[in-house]
């Protein structure tokens, strides 16, 4: 099964326990980076199968945090697709190279970008704060999904290369139970 999103989330956990500072509560490491995960090489529908399988093995029910978190996602998806369309209708151009699709909100996700060059994608996305155990894992796979979604949806050309960096200010996790929060 594929599981490259967990594979880091993993990785980046391990990290915390070893480098992180205690922080409220929390255990933390500042300036983590997934820097350039290839899209184009994943199978998504593998991928959240074993985000799921992840969440069932730590007894995390996601119901919750699914049905908050896809709140912020379909937020955020909308402003970046405006974005484009706006950039795209203002400028009387078809120039899917601007650097302009750019959506910023104070969310824990609080900045995303798309840029295209001829036959490859990337999306940037800036998180200024999250919990790596509960909530990163669906978020890292939004990511991927909103790159793909708005490639398909807003007419780009097709992208045969897609890739993913996120930076993160505070990736923690808190130092009680996982279940208990």
């Not at 199978?43 to 995390?60: C, F, H, P, Q, T």
Request: a positive charge; one cysteine or more.
């Amino acid at each position: 099964m594929s599981k490259v999103i967990i594979d880091k989330i993993q990785e980046i956990t391990e990290s915390i326990k070893k480098d992180g500072k205690e922080v409220n509560g929390t255990k933390e490491l500042t300036g983590v980076v997934v820097s350039k995960l290839d899209v184009s090489k994943m199978d998504l529908i593998k991928e959240e199968n074993a985000v799921r399988d992840y969440y069932s093995k730590l007894n995390i029910n996601t119901q919750a945090i699914r049905s908050l978190e896809h709140n912020l996602y379909e937020f955020i998806y909308r402003g970046l697709r405006q974005a484009v369309e706006q950039t795209l209708y203002f400028d009387k151009t078809q120039d899917y190279t601007s650097r302009r699709f750019v959506f910023s909100t104070t969310d824990c996700i609080s900045h995303v970008q798309i840029l295209y060059r001829p036959g490859q994608a990337e999306l940037f996305m800036y998180v200024r704060s999250t919990d790596v155990v509960k909530l990163f894992p669906w978020d890292m796979l939004f990511a991927c999904k909103l790159l793909n979604r708005v490639l398909l949806e807003s007419g780009f050309p097709e992208a045969k290369k897609r890739f993913v960096t996120i930076m993160v200010a505070s990736a923690h996790f808190y130092l009680k139970p996982a279940a208990m929060y």
